[in-house]
């Protein structure tokens, strides 16, 4: 979970332009600057003596400030998203090799914590946005994307601590505020049994610190080994059976029996209901 404090203007930008795509921010650096700049030198237009435009004024002065300043920290931001993209693809491996007692799934930060499962989503296919760090998250470390569908994560590193109830419930409440599809809870330890019972059914996927050191051990090449000069494979075609996009297990069609999507159907793990995993039947390759 996030921690509170205060933040400037220039935090705050800064922050926002780390967390978009690089070539985003530079976007937004070019495009503030033409706007805030073209507007900045623009001809003055003539002014009443007797009613001064203040407002007008005001705008102008404001973009005579800002034409260097926004552009600036969004070209910068550009910089620290792709260092951002190198540090956590380098805390994922740190992790999965286990090449440092610091970098042990309980050794690291709470934030690198974040950052790792926000990894492990990546890497699944996820569309992946990190709303927690410096500011409230109302109970929501990351938000998820696969096609049109959102799902939301909460993420707690309690190394003594089983979670319970009470954040499952929580969190529910959260996933249906936001009109999420579904809901992913990642925890570094274990579950209560009243925790699990009330995830069943309601489409939050419980990650408990063995199943997410699973993700981590199996990324892709995790089990390849360098010997000579790499040799060319040739990618095995798409299966026609969608994998679970949680837990790499085979999907089947189901028909949705309750909710908004009555009578709709979708691919489900076929481990259900130990596993929620869901795709949109109609998004998926063939």
Same mark, same amino acid.
């Given at each position: 979970?996030?921690?509170?404090?205060?933040?400037?203007?220039?935090?705050?930008?800064?922050?926002?332009?780390?967390?978009?795509?690089?070539?985003?921010?530079?976007?937004?650096?070019?495009?503030?600057?033409?706007?805030?700049?073209?507007?900045?030198?623009?001809?003055?237009?003539?002014?009443?003596?007797?009613?001064?435009?203040?407002?007008?004024?005001?705008?102008?002065?404001?973009?005579?400030?800002?034409?260097?300043?926004?552009?600036?920290?969004?070209?910068?931001?550009?910089?620290?998203?792709?260092?951002?993209?190198?540090?956590?693809?380098?805390?994922?491996?740190?992790?999965?090799?286990?090449?440092?007692?610091?970098?042990?799934?309980?050794? !690291?930060?709470?934030?690198?914590?974040? &950052? /790792?499962?926000?990894?492990?989503?990546? #890497?699944? *296919?996820? $569309?992946? %946005?990190?709303?927690?760090?410096?500011?409230?998250?109302?109970?929501?470390?990351?938000?998820?994307?696969?096609?049109?569908?959102?799902?939301?994560?909460?993420?707690?590193?309690?190394?003594?601590?089983?979670?319970?109830?009470?954040?499952?419930?929580?969190?529910?409440?959260?996933?249906?505020?936001?009109?999420?599809?579904?809901?992913?809870?990642?925890?570094?330890?274990?579950?209560?049994?009243?925790?699990?019972?009330?995830?069943?059914?309601?489409? !939050?996927?419980?990650?408990?610190?063995? &199943? /997410?050191?699973?993700?981590?051990?199996? #990324?892709? *090449?995790? $089990?390849? %080994?360098?010997?000579?000069?790499?040799?060319?494979?040739?990618?095995?075609?798409?299966?026609?059976?969608?994998?679970?996009?949680?837990?790499?297990?085979?999907?089947?069609?189901?028909?949705?029996?309750?909710?908004?999507?009555?009578?709709?159907?979708?691919?489900?793990?076929?481990?259900?209901?130990?596993?929620?995993?869901?795709?949109?039947?109609?998004?998926?390759?063939?």
């Amino acid at each position: 979970m996030a921690r509170r404090r205060k933040t400037s203007l220039f935090d705050d930008l800064f922050t926002l332009a780390t967390l978009l795509p690089w070539w985003v921010s530079l976007l937004v650096a070019f495009v503030s600057w033409y706007l805030l700049h073209g507007y900045a030198t623009s001809p003055i237009p003539p002014v009443d003596p007797h009613r001064p435009d203040m407002t007008g004024a005001m705008f102008r002065g404001l973009a005579m400030a800002f034409q260097y300043f926004v552009p600036f920290i969004f070209a910068l931001g550009a910089v620290g998203s792709i260092a951002g993209r190198a540090k956590r693809k380098k805390l994922f491996k740190d992790v999965a090799e286990a090449t440092q007692p610091a970098k042990t799934l309980d050794g !690291i930060s709470w934030r690198e914590f974040e &950052l /790792l499962v926000g990894e492990a989503f990546r #890497r699944k *296919g996820f $569309s992946v %946005t990190e709303r927690g760090g410096n500011g409230p998250d109302g109970g929501v470390d990351l938000e998820l994307r696969l096609g049109t569908d959102k799902y939301l994560v909460q993420c707690k590193q309690w190394k003594a601590l089983k979670v319970g109830v009470t954040v499952v419930r929580e969190f529910f409440g959260v996933m249906a505020a936001e009109g999420a599809a579904g809901g992913f809870i990642v925890i570094s330890g274990t579950y209560t049994e009243e925790a699990k019972a009330f995830a069943q059914g309601r489409n !939050i996927q419980l990650i408990d610190g063995a &199943l /997410l050191k699973h993700w981590i051990a199996n #990324r892709p *090449g995790a $089990s390849q %080994t360098s010997t000579g000069s790499p040799q060319y494979v040739k990618p095995k075609p798409q299966p026609t059976i969608p994998l679970c996009p949680v837990c790499s297990a085979s999907m089947v069609v189901r028909t949705a029996k309750r909710g908004l999507k009555l009578g709709s159907q979708f691919w489900g793990c076929s481990q259900y209901p130990t596993c929620k995993g869901i795709r949109q039947l109609e998004k998926l390759p063939v």
